[in-house]
């Protein structure tokens, strides 16, 4: 699906994610500048312009790509990918385990990011805003599917996993009620409330909750520090 789409920066972002009981989660990352992709996957397994795990730095289109890793003790290795835009911004891809996260910061110069689209919303009004520019959907559902790349905007994951357009993707199930949650909480660990909280506990308070939910969904409380700057 398209995350983000900038005419004016030559700028495209796509992810890939999976459904997993009752949720989902991105399980890869592709980001288009001018002519170069850098491909980030699951375990930290990365690709550019096609090459597996090239030795980084390197650039995309002249900005640079930059990696470093993390260990937070056992088994609890984060990997970040950073593409400096300068003064346009910056774009962040963490690693944990087959977990990915992606965000997309404006810098100073702010006019190139102007009349950007996709997944995130409209760059001007964060409005749900279709591919005509103009449609706003209500449905968080079918505006997924209406950023499904289709033929008029190829793929830039080198290989191409599970459903392709025009065959429309898989939609996620409806939320599990509070017993069958408890069931699918205790297959995957049994994370409790209070401990998630206890571990989101630096996580800043406008996302804390979502970030109690993901470590209560996926059993693993290293998931907190997924939101933590490094």
Same mark, same amino acid.
């Given at each position: 699906?398209?995350?983000?789409?900038?005419? /004016? %920066?030559?700028? +495209?972002?796509?992810? !890939?994610?999976?459904?997993?009981?009752?949720?989902?989660?991105?399980?890869?990352?592709?980001?288009?500048?001018?002519?170069?992709?850098?491909?980030?996957?699951?375990?930290? $397994?990365?690709?550019?312009?096609?090459? /597996?795990?090239?030795?980084?730095?390197?650039?995309?289109?002249?900005?640079?790509?930059?990696?470093?890793?993390?260990?937070?003790?056992?088994? /609890?290795?984060?990997?970040?990918? %950073?593409?400096?835009?300068? +003064?346009?911004?910056?774009?962040?891809?963490?690693?944990?385990? +087959?977990?990915?996260? *992606?965000? *997309?910061?404006?810098?100073?110069?702010?006019? /190139?990011?102007?009349?950007?689209?996709? %997944?995130?919303?409209?760059?001007?009004?964060?409005?749900?805003?279709?591919?005509?520019? +103009?449609?706003?959907?209500? #449905?968080?559902?079918?505006?997924?599917?209406?950023?499904?790349?289709?033929? #008029?905007?190829?793929?830039?994951?080198?290989?191409?996993?599970?459903?392709?357009?025009?065959?429309?993707?898989?939609?996620? !199930?409806?939320?599990?009620?509070?017993?069958?949650?408890? !069931? %699918?909480?205790?297959?995957?660990?049994?994370?409790?409330?209070?401990?998630?909280? !206890?571990?989101?506990?630096?996580?800043?308070?406008?996302?804390?909750?979502?970030?109690?939910?993901?470590? $209560?969904?996926?059993?693993?409380?290293?998931?907190?520090?997924?939101?933590?700057?490094?």
């Amino acid at each position: 699906m398209v995350l983000a789409r900038s005419e /004016k %920066l030559g700028f +495209e972002a796509q992810i !890939r994610t999976k459904i997993r009981h009752d949720w989902s989660f991105i399980s890869g990352a592709a980001v288009k500048i001018g002519n170069d992709v850098l491909e980030v996957g699951t375990k930290g $397994t990365y690709y550019i312009n096609g090459v /597996k795990n090239p030795e980084l730095p390197a650039t995309l289109s002249g900005y640079p790509v930059l990696f470093k890793f993390f260990d937070h003790g056992p088994n /609890k290795r984060f990997d970040r990918f %950073l593409i400096d835009l300068g +003064e346009t911004g910056e774009v962040m891809i963490k690693v944990y385990g +087959e977990f990915l996260s *992606i965000a *997309i910061t404006r810098g100073e110069k702010t006019e /190139k990011w102007q009349g950007a689209v996709g %997944l995130m919303g409209s760059y001007e009004t964060g409005e749900l805003v279709g591919r005509d520019g +103009e449609s706003v959907f209500l #449905d968080t559902n079918l505006f997924g599917v209406e950023w499904q790349v289709n033929d #008029d905007q190829p793929p830039l994951f080198h290989d191409a996993v599970g459903p392709q357009f025009p065959i429309m993707c898989n939609l996620p !199930r409806g939320k599990a009620n509070d017993h069958r949650r408890r !069931r %699918l909480m205790d297959a995957d660990g049994g994370i409790s409330y209070a401990e998630a909280e !206890r571990a989101c506990q630096s996580v800043p308070p406008a996302a804390r909750e979502s970030c109690i939910y993901d470590a $209560t969904a996926t059993g693993n409380l290293a998931m907190a520090d997924m939101g933590l700057d490094f």
